[in-house]
Each structure stands twice: as structure tokens, then as C-alpha cells.
């Protein structure tokens, strides 16, 4: 199985609409992030966790929000889809500590029509 | 704030031609620098890490070289092979513990 999944794989929605995509990791790592990929863009760091409590805003934050439930999983929510969402989503984790590997999963591919 | 270059931005090869990938960074105070693969639709795997304090890492016919000084890296992959056919990453870690990617290099082996 895979150490780093993400729900759903693929998803198309309606402006305006709310979107959960959700990720777990069985790795054991501290720190969890979501990025959100453009193309011919590189990855942008969207939000990040360190541990259960302590969540911090990425580059490019609004219109996103997230849930840490639990060592395991991190979840990213839209509130209020608008097209210019539409892009592929990572998850990655790493090991507690500075400069650790990260640690990708496959991605979503998300359509906001 | 780190930036990430990555050039050329497509790359076309015959097989069995050697790879030169090449990314650079404008903070040379890295810690370490990753190279990743991405394939069309699929997620993006950890080639190689290479720390600040080595020169050169290498993994079978990928070999990722370090010169933080001028700010650059550059990935060879030996004797290309229509596998190999894929988008390629670098990225650095920066203060805030996150990773600044190139915008990557797409390669495509010819057989």
C-alpha cells in the first residue's frame, strides 16, 4: 500500500461549491503539507502542519482551509470553489526536524467549472 | 524570498544519450537539495536528496550533482532509456521548512 494517499483522485465541481480532499500517510512523520501545482508552474505551498496543533498558512492560503485530525491525516477544504482552483493538489509529509525529505502522494486532480 | 530555475523547459533525446538536467537557486544557504520525477497524472517521487555538505549523490544511472556557491545543481541520467520519459524537479528547502520547485524539465527518450 501506499505511505501517502489521497481522496478523491480526480473531482469536477461547480463554482461555488464546497470540496473536501482529504489525506493520510502511514509513515508515522510529524509534518504534513498540501501544495497545489499549475502547469509549467512548480509546486506552491498551500498550508502545513508541524504536529496536530500547530497549522500555518503557505504562500498562497486564501480560499482554503484545512483540518488536522489526526497524526495521520490532513485534510484541505474549498469553502467556495471558483475556476481558478482548478490544478493538482499533492500532499507530502516529512520526519520532525529541519530540511527532512519530503514525501509525496499521488495527487488530485481537481476541475471547478 | 528563494527562487528555482530550471532549463531547458522540454528536452528530447534519442535513447541512449546521456541526460543533462540543470536547476538553480538564488539563496545559496540550502540545506539540501531534491530531485524528483513526475509521470503524467501521477504524483512525484523522491529521486535523489543531496545535502549541502556533499558535492555529488548518486542512485544506479542517476547522478545529482551540488555546487552551492554558484547556485546550482544538475541531474545526469546515463544512457537514457524510453522509461526515463517524464517531468523532472528540483526543489530547496527554504526558512519556513517548505520546498521552492523549478518549474521542472520534461524529457522525452525517443526509441
Known amino acids: 500500500d501506499a505511505d501517502v494517499t489521497q481522496t478523491p483522485r480526480n473531482r469536477i465541481t461547480k463554482t461555488g461549491k464546497r470540496i473536501m480532499l482529504e489525506c493520510s500517510q502511514t509513515?508515522?512523520?510529524?509534518?504534513m503539507y498540501w501544495y497545489r501545482q499549475d502547469p509549467g508552474l512548480g509546486l506552491q505551498l498551500i498550508y502545513y502542519?508541524?504536529?496536530?496543533?500547530?497549522?500555518n498558512k503557505g504562500e498562497i492560503s486564501d480560499g482554503y482551509s484545512v483540518s488536522r485530525q489526526a497524526q495521520a491525516k490532513f485534510s484541505l477544504s474549498l469553502e467556495s470553489a471558483i475556476p481558478n482552483q482548478t490544478a493538482l493538489y499533492f500532499c507530502a509529509t516529512s520526519a520532525a526536524g529541519a530540511h527532512n525529505e519530503q514525501f509525496f502522494g499521488p495527487g488530485t486532480r481537481l476541475t471547478v467549472l | 524570498k528563494q527562487e528555482v530555475t530550471q532549463i531547458p523547459a522540454a528536452l528530447s533525446v534519442p535513447e541512449g544519450e546521456n541526460l543533462v538536467l540543470n536547476c538553480s537557486f538564488t539563496?545559496?544557504?540550502?540545506?539540501?537539495l531534491q530531485w524528483f520525477r513526475q509521470d503524467p497524472g501521477k504524483g512525484l517521487t523522491s529521486l535523489l536528496l543531496?545535502?549541502?555538505?556533499?558535492r555529488e549523490q548518486t542512485s544506479g544511472r542517476l547522478n545529482a550533482s551540488l555546487d552551492k556557491s554558484s547556485g546550482r545543481s544538475t541531474l545526469y541520467i546515463a544512457a537514457s532509456q524510453p522509461g526515463d520519459s517524464a517531468t523532472y524537479l528540483c526543489?530547496?528547502?527554504?526558512?519556513?521548512?517548505?520546498?521552492?520547485f523549478g518549474a521542472g524539465t520534461t524529457v522525452t527518450v525517443r526509441a
Open positions: 539563496d545559496s544557504a540550502i540545506y539540501n
Open positions: 509513515k508515522g512523520h510529524d509534518r
Open positions: 526543489a530547496v528547502p527554504d526558512n519556513d521548512y517548505k520546498l521552492s
Open positions: 543531496i545535502q549541502s555538505s556533499q
Open positions: 502542519s508541524f504536529d496536530v496543533k500547530d497549522i
